[in-house]
T-cell receptor
């Protein structure tokens, strides 16, 4: 149980285009999901908290107009990187808290974004 | 505000040797502590956690960590490592939702454990 999937696993796009990344909780419902960004050989940095039925909460320094988050249902959150640039290339990981313990988060496998 | 410090960015060891990966945290409220492992190009997998109760927690693959409140530490140990333990290990802290943080995790910078034959 408590499996989180992400799609796509890898994506390469041209500069200026938009890319959508999906995060799904496969066997449980998640009213909250978290989006992280990880640069090579660095730690995970929380970008935003996705809330089902309401607006996402962004961390300081994260451009909400560039990183659009939509929590469409209790099992799906999407992150859209708009007008992507090479500096947006990174590993994006989502997570969702478990049902039994909100303190335990389950992570997706990540999406590697490369912007040319 | 919370922070996590992993003192060692890289730890090389030989197979079957013991290892300790250090983690210290700071927080103004009660904390919940986690160790996650990340293999190349993969997401994070929970290794073990401290939420409450016994301060010594163990994983199914031989790792253990001890919560030391006075030293604000949660060091990860294994008495005998295998080559398959080679991975990046992240220590993380959560305040359990107090102060309106919504259970978000704060991660350390990670420690790359490399087990050599």
């Amino acid at each position: 149980g408590a499996v989180v999937s992400q799609h796509p696993s890898r994506v390469i796009c041209k500069s200026g285009t938009s890319v959508k990344i999906e995060c799904r909780s496969l066997d449980f419902q998640a009213t909250t999901m978290f989006w992280y960004r990880q640069f090579p050989k660095q730690s995970l940095m929380l970008m935003a908290t996705s809330n089902e039925g309401s607006k996402a909460t962004y961390e300081q320094g994260v451009e909400k107009d560039k990183f659009l988050i939509n929590h469409a249902s209790l099992t799906l959150s999407t992150l859209t990187v708009t007008s992507a640039h090479p500096e947006d290339s990174s590993f994006y990981i989502c997570s969702a808290p478990g049902l039994l313990s909100y303190n335990e988060q389950f992570f997706g496998p990540g999406t590697r974004l490369t912007v040319l | 505000a919370q922070s996590v410090t992993q003192l060692d960015s890289q730890v090389p060891v030989f197979e079957e040797a013991p290892v300790e990966l250090r983690c210290n945290y700071s927080s103004s409220v009660s904390v919940y502590l986690f160790w996650y492992v990340q293999y190349p190009n993969q997401g994070l997998q929970l290794l073990l956690k401290y939420l409450s109760g016994s301060t010594l927690v163990e994983s199914i693959n031989g790792f253990e960590a001890e919560f030391n409140k006075s030293q604000t530490s949660f060091h990860l140990r294994k008495p005998s490592v295998h080559i398959s333990d080679t991975a990046e290990y992240f220590c993380a802290v959560s305040d359990g939702g107090s102060g309106g943080s919504n259970y978000k995790l704060t991660f350390g910078k990670g420690t790359l454990l490399t087990v050599n034959p």
